[in-house]
């Protein structure tokens, strides 16, 4: 079989392999990205760092397994479990590293320690014999995340059924996952990155994001020489939302790849794409113990929109009004350890030739939303209301998405938290449009009294009889209306 076919069975094999996970990468010994499976922006930046950090403080033989959710690990958020286990195919070993999400406990954290239980990589299997007894320690903390035993055993099993596969494909055909097919791999990804980014031409732009609570995010971004730098000095440090220079690098990168219509398996080949330069203790370089949700949820979407604009510019190419994507963010927590969380999706901004998309997670690939009836089997409270926010689009030639809008009858008394996401920063449309509206919350009393909400975040209580009333953001338009 010539080298061609051989790579393409390997691309091929990658992709099966990861395509059982929501987010997962392989990695050879050399610390080579071979395959890249992402559900948000972050986990591009942040997969290699989590391996290597791993297999620094242990061996990681075969049939191991360590579990962190620590976001100065090369985790993303506290809410999210990361596996990584070493396998071995003839003298090389690899390593799978997986992801897992669960339901984030949205609060006003000072710090790390306030949004949950932070777990350091920590061994939980050797040789495929889980340690049951420090799982158990974990789950019983009371800060531990929500449906931590379950994630771990369904993904536990899903990992190792897919080392085991690999494996197998590699027995039969010993050639598949040799140094020189990796090579050839990674080689063919480059030649077709370099091939797009030749067309690119020389220019630079700036571009700024300022929130109405004062944090600045300066963007320069410069293509030269075929060379793609985005270079954040003069972005602000802030007390509330926060990001690190991991997950700020891969938002760049996945914005880059959504720009160029990325159609190949991502592998290391594509990181040699960009430099992304972030100031020391600004909002996007965060250091521990900064509290990180908040920052995740609010800064990528329109970080990556800002890069897309810029990019835009310079290229005289797609351009993207601002997005309201996962602009509005709820939780409601019962008695009895009932949590229903829930992201109102807001509307995406409008390109050169297409109106923006309606209350779609433009940057998340994963569509997990359960139906109202699931919802209201699960939880005390009733959905009397769940569509499209008329006119929150921006208007131009091409108009911005429209958010959404999500109306809630709470049937037990609780605790509503919440994240406005993007209200302290309008969804600019571009070139003459208008912006997308900003998000709007409120709790009208069983009362009849009206309370409406205008802090970013925060935390009250409900009661029974209480409607919360939520608007996600639109997108912003584009281009001047005919």
């Given at each position: 079989?010539?080298s061609?076919?051989?790579?393409?069975?390997?691309?091929?094999?990658?992709?099966?392999?990861l395509a059982?996970?929501?987010?997962?990468v392989?990695?050879?010994?050399?610390?080579?990205?071979?395959?890249?499976?992402?559900?948000?922006?972050?986990?591009?930046?942040?997969?290699?760092?989590?391996?290597?950090?791993a297999?620094?403080?242990?061996?990681?033989?075969?049939?191991?397994?360590?579990?962190?959710?620590?976001?100065?690990?090369?985790g993303?958020?506290?809410?999210?479990?990361?596996?990584?286990?070493?396998?071995?195919?003839?003298?090389?070993?690899?390593?799978l590293?997986?992801?897992?999400?669960?339901?984030?406990?949205?609060?006003?954290?000072?710090?790390?320690?306030?949004?949950?239980?932070?777990i350091?990589?920590?061994?939980?299997a050797?040789?495929?014999?889980?340690?049951?007894?420090?799982?158990?320690?974990?789950r019983s903390?009371?800060?531990?995340?929500?449906?931590?035993?379950?994630?771990?055993t369904?993904?536990?099993?899903?990992?190792?059924?897919?080392?085991?596969?690999?494996?197998?494909?590699?027995?039969k055909?010993?050639?598949?996952?040799?140094?020189?097919?990796?090579?050839?791999?990674?080689?063919?990804t480059?030649?077709?990155?370099?091939?797009?980014?030749?067309?690119?031409?020389?220019?630079?732009?700036?571009?700024?994001?300022?929130?109405?609570?004062?944090?600045?995010?300066?963007?320069?971004?410069?293509?030269?020489?075929?060379?793609?730098h985005?270079?954040?000095?003069?972005?602000?440090?802030?007390s509330?939302?926060?990001?690190?220079?991991?997950?700020?690098?891969?938002?760049?990168?996945?914005a880059?790849?959504?720009?160029?219509?990325?159609?190949?398996?991502i592998?290391?080949?594509?990181?040699?794409?960009?430099q992304?330069?972030?100031?020391?203790?600004?909002?996007?370089?965060?250091?521990?113990?900064?509290?990180?949700?908040?920052?995740?949820?609010?800064?990528?979407?329109?970080l990556?929109?800002?890069?897309?604009?810029?990019?835009?510019?310079?290229?005289?190419?797609?351009?993207?009004?601002l997005?309201?994507?996962?602009?509005?963010?709820?939780?409601?927590?019962?008695?009895?350890?009932?949590f229903?969380?829930?992201?109102?999706?807001?509307?995406?901004?409008?390109?050169?030739?297409?109106?923006?998309?309606?209350?779609?997670?433009?940057?998340?690939?994963?569509?997990?939303?359960?139906?109202?009836?699931?919802?209201?089997?699960?939880?005390?409270?009733?959905?009397?209301?769940?569509?499209?926010?008329?006119?929150?689009?921006g208007?131009?030639?091409?108009?911005?998405?429209?958010?959404?809008i999500?109306e809630?009858?709470?049937?037990e008394?609780?605790?509503?938290?919440?994240?406005?996401?993007?209200?302290?920063?309008?969804?600019?449309?571009?070139?003459?449009?208008?912006?997308?509206?900003?998000s709007?919350l409120?709790?009208?009393?069983?009362?009849?009294?009206?309370?409406?909400i205008?802090?970013?975040?925060?935390?009250?209580?409900?009661?029974?009889?209480?409607?919360?009333?939520?608007?996600?953001?639109?997108?912003?338009?584009?281009?001047?209306?005919?």
């Open positions: 079989m010539n061609f076919h051989q790579t393409q069975n390997l691309s091929f094999l990658l992709t099966e392999i059982e996970f929501e987010s997962a392989i990695i050879n010994q050399e610390g080579q990205t071979l395959g890249l499976r992402y559900e948000v922006l972050p986990d591009l930046g942040t997969f290699a760092p989590l391996v290597e950090m297999s620094r403080y242990f061996p990681l033989n075969e049939g191991d397994l360590v579990l962190t959710n620590d976001p100065y690990s090369g993303t958020t506290l809410s999210v479990l990361n596996f990584i286990t070493a396998f071995k195919v003839g003298d090389q070993k690899f390593f590293a997986v992801r897992g999400r669960l339901k984030p406990k949205l609060s006003s954290a000072k710090s790390l320690e306030d949004e949950g239980l932070r350091p990589p920590t061994p939980i050797t040789g495929r014999e889980m340690n049951h007894a420090l799982l158990e320690i974990i903390h009371p800060m531990a995340p929500e449906g931590f035993f379950e994630k771990v369904q993904l536990s099993q899903s990992i190792w059924t897919q080392v085991d596969l690999v494996k197998s494909w590699a027995a055909n010993p050639t598949l996952l040799s140094r020189q097919n990796q090579k050839n791999l990674l080689n063919e480059q030649r077709r990155i370099h091939k797009t980014i030749d067309e690119l031409p020389n220019g630079d732009h700036r571009l700024d994001l300022t929130f109405e609570t004062g944090e600045v995010i300066r963007l320069h971004t410069e293509i030269k020489d075929k060379e793609v985005f270079d954040f000095a003069g972005t602000t440090h802030s509330r939302i926060f990001l690190t220079d991991q997950s700020t690098y891969g938002t760049c990168l996945g880059f790849l959504c720009f160029l219509g990325q159609d190949f398996l592998n290391e080949s594509a990181f040699s794409m960009i992304v330069t972030t100031p020391k203790d600004c909002l996007l370089n965060a250091k521990y113990p900064s509290p990180i949700f908040e920052g995740l949820a609010e800064i990528t979407s329109l990556g929109s800002a890069v897309i604009q810029s990019l835009a510019e310079i290229t005289k190419s797609r351009s993207m009004g997005n309201g994507s996962v602009s509005t963010i709820l939780t409601l927590s019962f008695s009895g350890g009932q229903f969380f829930d992201p109102v999706a807001g509307g995406t901004g409008a390109t050169d030739d297409s109106n923006g998309l309606d209350a779609f997670y433009f940057w998340v690939l994963s569509r997990r939303q359960p139906s109202i009836e699931e919802i209201e089997r699960l939880y005390p409270i009733t959905v009397l209301q769940s569509g499209i926010r008329p006119d929150s689009g208007k131009g030639k091409h108009n911005g998405g429209h958010g959404m999500r809630i009858l709470v049937k008394a609780g605790s509503l938290r919440w994240l406005l996401g993007h209200r302290n920063i309008q969804n600019k449309g571009l070139k003459g449009a208008q912006a997308g509206k900003p709007e409120s709790v009208i009393k069983a009362s009849g009294e009206e309370l409406v205008s802090d970013p975040h925060g935390e009250i209580a409900v009661q029974a009889g209480d409607r919360i009333l939520a608007a996600s953001a639109g997108g912003g338009g584009l281009g001047k209306s005919p």
